[in-house]
């Protein structure tokens, strides 16, 4: 049953030793966010990758659409067709607000 965080042994940044006498466990399950093997870690997260295009006249969107005729037994009827080709993808993008990781694993609050 699926998250897509990485819970295997040396890839949890924000986790603890996981050993008996860590002093930050005194009688509390929960460990502070300490970076054990990456120095640079943080819990927060300051960009992403946009889900929107940019097509050749430099629009930007989600989706693109084109509206073609179609005749079928005489009659005219208009039709939107999604543009799939031609279209460059926005990239990596900076958030107003930093969020916190999903895979950060420290309770927050408890009401």
């Known amino acids: 049953m699926g998250g897509s965080g990485s819970k295997s042994k040396g890839f949890w940044p924000f986790s603890g ?9 005194d009688g509390n399950e929960q460990s502070l966010a300490r970076v054990r093997t990456f120095p640079g870690a943080t819990p927060f997260v300051f960009t992403r990758r946009s889900s929107m295009f940019f097509d050749e006249d430099g629009d930007l969107a989600h989706e693109f659409y084109e509206e073609t005729i179609v005749t079928k037994n005489g009659r005219r009827k208009a039709k939107l067709k999604r543009i799939q080709k031609n279209l460059t993808a926005q990239g990596i993008i900076k958030l107003d607000h930093p969020c916190i990781h999903v895979d950060f694993p420290v309770v927050l609050c408890e009401a």
Do not use: A, Q, R
């Open 17 to 25: 030793s996981g050993s008996v006498d860590d002093p930050t466990k």
